[in-house]
Structures are given as structure tokens and as C-alpha cells.
């Protein structure tokens, strides 16, 4: 093997490495949005930084994932009884920038941490019932 190839072997597996992931990538996705209760949902916790996602309802947990990632598991996991539903409100000057067009900022708060997930105006009325929709507290169920 000649010196001048290894740079363009070097290259190509580098290339094809990339094309790999992307095309993972977008097959975890598809895989996000195929499954029932998905909603693009971007989240802030505590006042840091927004990050884009799919939120995903379970029976018993909220989960969010991280847009561009590999991993098939929920970045954060929120349990149906212990997320508390704030309100919503319109997203300030400074997360207009930060958050998609035409989204509610959503409050809630998870033990006693304060959360904020970005999501259309259909999502966050998904949420709400949701969240309503779960058992009472104290009549034999786990809230």
C-alpha cells in the first residue's frame, strides 16, 4: 500500500462513519414518531439552556428525548404522579429565538425542580389531559 492512499482511506472511512450515523440517526427517529404519544418538545430545566426533543407518554412517566442522539433510551424520565402541571404562557423575547415558531412554553414542576418544555398548542392541551387523566390521590392507585 502507497503512502498518497492512506489519506483517501482515511477519508472514506470517516465519510461512510458519518453516513452510518445519520442514517441511524434518522431511523431513531422514525422509530420516536411511529410510537403512539410523541410530540416534538423542546425543554429547559431549571433556567438553562433550551434543547430540542420528542416527549413520549407512558402509563406512568413522561419521557423526553434528545433530538440528535443515538441512544434509544429517554434522556429524562418524569413520573405521572409526581409532575405537576403549572400553567403555559408565551415564550419571552429571549426564548423566541431559542424555541420553534408558534409554540407555548409549558411550567411544570417535578419534584420540587422547576421544567419547562416549548411544544405546540395541541401538544400542551396532549399534556394536560393527560396529566388530568391520571388517578385521584388515595383511592388505591399509585399517585
Known amino acids: 500500500m502507497d503512502a498518497p492512499s492512506l489519506p483517501f482511506i482515511a477519508m472514506a472511512v470517516v465519510l461512510g462513519?458519518?453516513?452510518?450515523?445519520?442514517?441511524?440517526?434518522?431511523?431513531?427517529?422514525?422509530?420516536l414518531r411511529r410510537a403512539l404519544g410523541t410530540v416534538d418538545a423542546s425543554i429547559c430545566l431549571a433556567g438553562n439552556r433550551w434543547q430540542m426533543g420528542v416527549c413520549r407518554y407512558q402509563d406512568k412517566e413522561l419521557e423526553w428525548f434528545k433530538l440528535l442522539s443515538l441512544n434509544m433510551r429517554p434522556?429524562?424520565?418524569?413520573?405521572?404522579?409526581?409532575?405537576e402541571l403549572l400553567g403555559r404562557r408565551a415564550p419571552t423575547e429571549g426564548e423566541l429565538v431559542r424555541v420553534q415558531p408558534g409554540v407555548v412554553i409549558v411550567d411544570l414542576r417535578y419534584e420540587g425542580r422547576d421544567v419547562q418544555l416549548a411544544m405546540k398548542f395541541d401538544a400542551y392541551t396532549g399534556l394536560s389531559s393527560w396529566l388530568e387523566a391520571g388517578p385521584v390521590v388515595g383511592v388505591g392507585t399509585w399517585r
Not at 462513519?17 to 431511523?27: D, Q, T
Not at 434522556?75 to 409532575?83: H, Q, T, V
Open 75 to 83: 434522556r429524562y424520565s418524569f413520573k405521572r404522579s409526581s409532575l
Open 17 to 31: 462513519l458519518l453516513v452510518i450515523a445519520l442514517c441511524l440517526s434518522g431511523a431513531r427517529r422514525i422509530a
